[in-house]
């Protein structure tokens, strides 16, 4: 069973996201009386709209109806690690994200932990020649990528890296993520799933 990407209970948007100072019982239980755990995994996905490095990588992104909510790392690194991942326009995925109150007054998610997020194009353009088209082939061994013709595949393996790539994508990540039972947390999550 393929988990539904649409289903706003384990995929929420930003405003469906819960609020790490309060405790919503529809994400999270008591387990010993003293400590909150997750009783569900969630992931909160946006598009990134904008992104900033000063101190620290932060991100503005568009979620539901709202395009301008602040995602910043408190990292160690101060998100270098994930930094070379996005780009303006691309999908950021977030494992167990809550609102956050940042001191300056705004809202927006916290990330502390690296391995929780992971960014990439969702775009189906042909990944050889970016073009979009209705009738393109998928990558046999992979199944993510599109591409027009065997020369835009041959491009985009040699070119655009698709060959070291293609043997992430074919054995995790994205992949694990259609088919994890949401309903059930054993323990936190990070990438690759």
Not at 19 to 47: H, M, S, V
Not at 88 to 113: C, K, P
């Amino acid at each position: 069973q393929y988990a539904n990407l649409r289903d706003r209970a384990f995929f929420p948007d930003y405003a469906g996201l819960p609020d790490e100072q309060n405790i919503d019982p529809t994400f999270y239980r008591c387990g010993n009386g003293l400590r909150y755990t997750p009783q569900k995994n969630w992931c909160f996905f946006a598009q990134i709209v904008s992104i900033e490095y000063f101190t620290r990588l932060v991100l503005t992104v568009k979620s539901g109806h709202r395009s301008n909510v602040r995602i910043a790392f408190y990292t160690d690194d101060e998100g270098r690690q994930v930094r070379s991942q996005g780009q303006v326009g691309y999908t950021i995925a977030i494992m167990h994200a809550n609102q956050h109150y940042f001191l300056d007054g705004s809202t927006g998610v916290r990330v502390e932990v690296p391995i929780t997020v992971q960014m990439g194009d969702t775009e189906t353009a042909c990944h050889g020649c970016d073009a979009q088209k209705t009738s393109m082939q998928k990558c046999g061994r992979c199944s993510m990528f599109y591409y027009c013709d065997k020369n835009c595949q041959t491009a985009a393996w040699n070119g655009k890296g698709h060959k070291k790539d293609c043997k992430i994508i074919k054995n995790c990540g994205l992949r694990a993520m259609f088919s994890l039972d949401w309903s059930h947390f054993d323990g936190y999550l990070g990438f690759p799933l």
